[in-house]
Nanobody, 115 residues
């Protein structure tokens, strides 16, 4: 059984920071590409950042220079460090991976940025 469990969301003031974690099980984490998505109310789910098994990272333009995705293969966990948070970063953040041709998602963790 594949599980992805996000944590670390919360309420933060604009300009603040949060670190999201996504702990996985049931996959070979070290060879898996991992991704963070987010979905704001009434909007589609958008890709935020990805990290490949060799550590190559990619970010959507709106978070470049503010967010950092990283991974700890020993802990089978992927992280999203979010700095200089803006009101428009408010969303539910989801961890995603593909394993044996199936897409898997966590349940998400809510990030709310206040003014």
């Amino acid at each position: 059984q594949v599980y992805l469990v996000e944590s670390g969301g919360g309420l933060v003031q604009a300009g603040g920071s949060l670190r999201l974690s996504c702990r996985t099980s049931g996959i070979n984490f070290s060879i898996s590409r991992m991704a963070w998505y987010r979905q704001a109310p009434g909007k589609q789910r958008d890709l935020v950042a990805t990290i490949s098994n060799d550590g190559t990272t990619n970010y959507t333009d709106s978070v470049k220079g503010r967010f950092t995705i990283s991974r700890d293969n020993a802990r089978a966990t992927v992280y999203l460090q979010m700095n200089s948070l803006k009101l428009e970063d408010t969303a539910n953040y989801y961890c995603q991976t593909s394993w044996k041709s199936q897409n898997y998602w966590g349940r998400g963790t809510q990030v709310t940025v206040s003014s």
